[in-house]
């Protein structure tokens, strides 16, 4: 177990592995970990930009068996990709509800998440308070769920 850590055992006799070099592992916290998150996001979202619209391009993705798929849906190209970062997580799962709930949009809402994170960013680096920057999406979605009701 060197080479991963050390094995110990509580006091119920089960096994814990402490890895090695944990205390030198740095965790990012405040506006490092909200861009880090963004990042992520982003990155997400930028994967599935060129698949968006009617000059969107498809993607070829293949599986760990080795089968290929070539598409432009959103829900399969993140359904097919392998994500390990929580955030990027939340954007697959973003997409899955669309689907589930509407069965299309998959790719913009993706998309319409990466660009308002994007924008968050922008207003991060302004100095402005994540709460503050929240705090206006919300009103934000709200004015705009106010004149779709009022004009459809």
Known sequence: MTALGQLVF????????????????????????????????????????TSLGPKGLDKLMVNPDGDVTVTNDGATILKMMDVEHQIAKLMVQLSQSQDDEIGDGTTGVVVLA???????????????????????????????????????
Not at 18 to 41: E, F, N, P, V, Y
Not at 131 to 147: F, V
């Open 10 to 49: 509580d006091e119920y006799g089960k096994p814990i592995i402490i890895l090695k070099d944990q205390d030198r592992q740095k965790r990012l916290t405040g506006i490092d970990a909200l861009k880090s998150h963004i990042l992520a996001a982003r990155s997400v979202s930028s994967i599935l930009s």
């Open 114 to 152: 990466g660009a308002l994170l994007e924008k968050a960013e922008y207003l991060l680096d302004k100095g402005i308070h994540p709460i503050r920057i929240a705090d206006g999406y919300e009103l934000a979605a709200k004015k705009a769920i106010e004149n779709l009701e009022k004009n459809c």
